[in-house]
C-alpha cells in the first residue's frame, strides 16, 4: 500500500529545535525505508502560521504576521536539507491552495449540517491553541504550558464533534493499530469514556483576524486547529487529485504526545463529517530533554538543529535521534551522550569495521573484492547473523522501533569486528598457502559490511551511500527485495580507497570555530620567524634520536585511562609501550600493525605501566593517524 508520511506542521512562533528535528528526522527515515520497501511513498512537513499565537508573537515584535510567519517558516524549510530530510511537500497554512480547501472543507462539514451557532464560554489556553476541560487542568493551570487558561465567553460557529464520539470508540477499539503505542491508544480511549463537548471553529475578527476567514460568515476567521488538520489533505491535491486517491488510505501521522487529542479525535471526527476514511495510523512520541531538563528559552537549553549538524554532522544527528530515543517515551539529550555514542558506535565500532576492512582488502587483495574458497563455520556464523539482521532491522522498523532496529545492525557489526581479530587476516596474508582462507575471509566481511550499509541507508543515507560507494556498488538507493541476498558482491569488483567515515571526536568541547592567531604587526611577524629560526636543530641533534619501525604483538586498555594503550612491540627485541591513541583506535585494530618508534627514550612511568620508547602519530585536527609508509618493513629496522 502506498504510504504517506506527515509531520505536525509546526508554529512558526519557535524556531526549529530539536523536539522539530526528531519528528522530521523519524518521518523522513520512516519513508525511506518504506520507499527502499517497495512503496510508493509520500512525504509532508511545513508551519503552522494562523491563530492567536502567532498573531501575539508578531505583534510583540511589531511586524505583521506575515512577514514574522514568512521569516521563521523559512528557518524550518532550510533546517531540512542539512539533515538530508526530503520532503515531497513544505506546506505552509497561508498556502493559497490550503487556504481554499479549508474553505471548501468548511462549506462541505456546514452543508452537511454539522456546524452551529451559539454562544459558549469556556478556558482557553494559547499556548494549547484549545478549550480545556476542568479536568485538563492541573491546579487551575495548563501542565503543557504552565499558565491558568483565559475565559472566553463569545459567539462561535461549532461542529458538532460529539456526533461522532460512538463510532471513533468503536473505530479505536476494531484498529488496535490506529493509535500506537498503546498507552496513548488507552488514553484516548479514557478521554473518550466521558461525554464529548463539540468543537469551537470560528473566532469572530473583532478579536482575530489572522486567520482563514468562514465561507459562510465573513466575520468570522477559523480556529487554528481546523484549518492546520487539513494540511494533511491539501498536501495530496484534495478533494479530486490523483494523489489524494493513492495515498489517502496510507496516511500514517507523526506527532509527540502534546498533540494526541487534536489529532486522535478532532482529526478523526472532522474526516468522517467530510465522508473520508479516517487516516490509516498515529504515531506518537514522547519528549526529548535537555540533560534531564525541560527545554525552554527561558532555561537557554534549547538544542537547535543547526548546531547540532556543525558539530556532529547530519549522519550523527540521525542516528543518535533514532538509536537514543525508545519511541512513545521520553528521552533526553546531551553533548556528553552524542559525543558518547559518536566515539563508541560510529567512531569505533562502525568507522573501524568499515575503514579496516577496505585497507585490508586494498593491502592484500589489491583493492578487489576476492572470491570466496570454502566457508568454515566462523564464516557461516556471521553471513547467517547478517542476514537476520536484514530480516529483524526490517520487522522493527516497520513496528516504529528504530532503536531496536539500529540496535541490532550493532550487534552484527560487534561480530563483525571479533571475526577480524579471531581470523587475523594479517597473518594469514603472511602465508601464501592461506591465501584461499585470506581470500574467504575477506569476502565475508566485505559481503556483511554491505547488508550493514544497506539497512543504515534510511537512517543516514549519505553515509550509508558512501560506504554503498566504497563497495564497488551502483550509486542508486537500494531496495529491501533487490539487495538483500548476501551473495551479491562480485569477485573482481573494485573497491573504493579506505577513508574514515566517522574522525573522532575530540571528548572537551571547543564551543565554536578555534582560529589561529593572526600576527597583526610586522614586528610580531618578524618575532615569528625568528621564533622558527630557534626551533632549528643540528643534524648531530637529530641523529641523537633512534627511531626504529616496530610492529605491534597486542594491545590492551590500561584501567582508569580512556587514552592510554600498552602495547607490546617488536623493534626486533619485544618491549612495552604505553601510546595516548585509545580514543583513536581500538586494541584489536593494531594487532599486526607496524609503526614508528623512539627507541631510545628513557623509561617513563604512565598510569602504572612502564613505557620503554614512544610511538609516532600525525595530528590532524582532532585525530592522531599512526603511520609507517604503505610498506611493511622487517622489524627493528632504523629509520632514517
Ligand atoms: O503543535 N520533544 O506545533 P508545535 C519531542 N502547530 N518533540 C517535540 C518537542 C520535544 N521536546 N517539542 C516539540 C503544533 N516537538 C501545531 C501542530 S499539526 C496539524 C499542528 C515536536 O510547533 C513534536 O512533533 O507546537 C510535537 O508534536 C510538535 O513538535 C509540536 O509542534
Redesign the pocket.
Known amino acids: 500500500m502506498p504510504f504517506y508520511v506527515t509531520?505536525?506542521?509546526?508554529?512558526v512562533?519557535?524556531q526549529p529545535?530539536?523536539?522539530?528535528t526528531?519528528?522530521t528526522v523519524i518521518a523522513d527515515a520512516a519513508r525511506r525505508f518504506f520507499r527502499m520497501s517497495g512503496e510508493e511513498t509520500r512525504f509532508q512537513t511545513g508551519?503552522?502560521e494562523h491563530g492567536d499565537k502567532i498573531a501575539q508573537a508578531a505583534a510583540a515584535e511589531g511586524v505583521s504576521p506575515k512577514e514574522y510567519a514568512d521569516r521563521i517558516s523559512a528557518m524550518f524549510r532550510e533546517a531540512w536539507p542539512n539533515l538530508a530530510i526530503e520532503p515531497d511537500r513544505f506546506i505552509r497554512t497561508t498556502d493559497p491552495d490550503h487556504v481554499a480547501t479549508v474553505q471548501a472543507a468548511l462549506e462541505k462539514v456546514h452543508e452537511k449540517g454539522d456546524i452551529y451557532f451559539s454562544e459558549y464560554e469556556g478556558l482557553y489556553c494559547v499556548g494549547c491553541?484549545r478549550f480545556l476541560t476542568e479536568k485538563e487542568l492541573v491546579d487551575g493551570k495548563c501542565p503543557d504550558h504552565l499558565k491558568e487558561p483565559e475565559r472566553i465567553a463569545e459567539q462561535n460557529y461549532f461542529f458538532r464533534m460529539s456526533k461522532y464520539q460512538d463510532w471513533l470508540v468503536e473505530h479505536i477499539k476494531a484498529n488496535p493499530e490506529f493509535i500506537r503505542p498503546e498507552r496513548y491508544r488507552n488514553e484516548i480511549l479514557a478521554m473518550l469514556a466521558e461525554p464529548l463537548e463539540d468543537l469551537c471553529i470560528s473566532r469572530p475578527k473583532s478579536r482575530l483576524s489572522w486567520g482563514i476567514p468562514l465561507p459562510f460568515d465573513e466575520n468570522f476567521v477559523t480556529y487554528?486547529?481546523f484549518d492546520?488538520?487539513i494540511?494533511?489533505l491539501t498536501g495530496l491535491g484534495y478533494p479530486d487529485g490523483p494523489d489524494f486517491e493513492k495515498f489517502w488510505p496510507g496516511a500514517v501521522h507523526?506527532?509527540?504526545?502534546?498533540?494526541l487529542k487534536?489529532?486522535a479525535i478532532f482529526?478523526p471526527t472532522m474526516l468522517r463529517s467530510l465522508g473520508l476514511a479516517p487516516y490509516r495510523g498515529l504515531r506518537v512520541?514522547?519528549?526529548?530533554?535537555v540533560d534531564d531538563t525541560?527545554?525552554s528559552k527561558s532555561l537557554g537549553n534549547v538544542v537547535r538543529p543547526g548546531e547540532m549538524v556543525e558539530k556532529y554532522g547530519a549522519a550523527a544527528c540521525r542516528y543518535f535521534l533514532l538509536r537514543e530515543m525508545a519511541f512513545g517515551v521520553?528521552s533526553s539529550f546531551s553533548d556528553e551522550a552524542m559525543t558518547a555514542r559518536y566515539n563508541s558506535d560510529l567512531a569505533n565500532d562502525l568507522g573501524n569495521l568499515f575503514s579496516r576492512s577496505l585497507t585490508m582488502a586494498r593491502n592484500f587483495c589489491d583493492s578487489r573484492v576476492p572470491a570466496p574458497a570454502a566457508f568454515e563455520n566462523g564464516d557461516l556464523e556471521l553471513k547467517e547473523a547478517a542476514e537476520k539482521m536484514v530480516e529483524t532491522f526490517k520487522r522493527e522498523m516497520r513496528a516504529w522501533n528504530f532503536h531496536r532496529a539500529l540496535a541490532e545492525v550493532w550487534l552484527v557489526i560487534g561480530m563483525a569486528n571479533r571475526y577480524i581479530v579471531n581470523n587475523a587476516p594479517w597473518e594469514l596474508a603472511k602465508e601464501p598457502e592461506k591465501r584461499p582462507r585470506l581470500d574467504t575471509v575477506l569476502h565475508t566481511l566485505l559481503a556483511c559490511l554491505r547488508l550493514i550499509a544497506l539497512c543504515l541507508f534510511p537512517v543516514m543515507p549519505d553515509k550509508a551511500r558512501e560506504m554503498w560507494l566504497s563497495l564497488g556498488l551502483n550509486d542508486r538507493e537500494p531496495d529491501f527485495s533487490r539487495d538483500a541476498a548476501w551473495d551479491l558482491l562480485a569477485p573482481g569488483t573494485s573497491l573504493g580507497q579506505p577513508a574514515p567515515l566517522f574522525p573522532r571526536l575530540a571528548k572537551k568541547k571547543t564551543g565554536g570555530k578555534q582560529q589561529q592567531p593572526k600576527a597583526k604587526s610586522g614586528k610580531a611577524s618578524n618575532r615569528k620567524k625568528d621564533k622558527g629560526k630557534e626551533n632549528l636543530i643540528d643534524i648531530s641533534e637529530f641523529s641523537r634520536i633512534d627511531l626504529r619501525l616496530a610492529e605491534i604483538k597486542s594491545a590492551e586498555r590500561i584501567e582508569k585511562s580512556d587514552r592510554l594503550l600498552k602495547l607490546t612491540v617488536l623493534a626486533p627485541e619485544e618491549r612495552t609501550v604505553v601510546a595516548g591513541i585509545a580514543e583513536h583506535y581500538s586494541p584489536d585494530e593494531l594487532i599486526g600493525r607496524q609503526v614508528i618508534l623512539v627507541a631510545n627514550l628513557k623509561p617513563a612511568k604512565l598510569m602504572g605501566v612502564e613505557s620503554h620508547g614512544m610511538v609516532l602519530a600525525i595530528k590532524d585536527g582532532g585525530r592522531l593517524i599512526l603511520s609507517s609508509g604503505s610498506e611493511r618493513a622487517t622489524p627493528g629496522s632504523k629509520v632514517s
Open positions: 509531520t505536525p506542521i509546526f508554529y512562533n519557535a529545535h530539536l523536539g522539530h526528531y519528528t508551519t503552522d491553541e487554528v486547529w492546520a488538520l494540511n494533511y507523526v506527532i509527540a504526545k502534546d498533540i487534536p489529532h482529526w512520541h514522547g519528549y526529548w530533554n525541560k527545554m521520553d
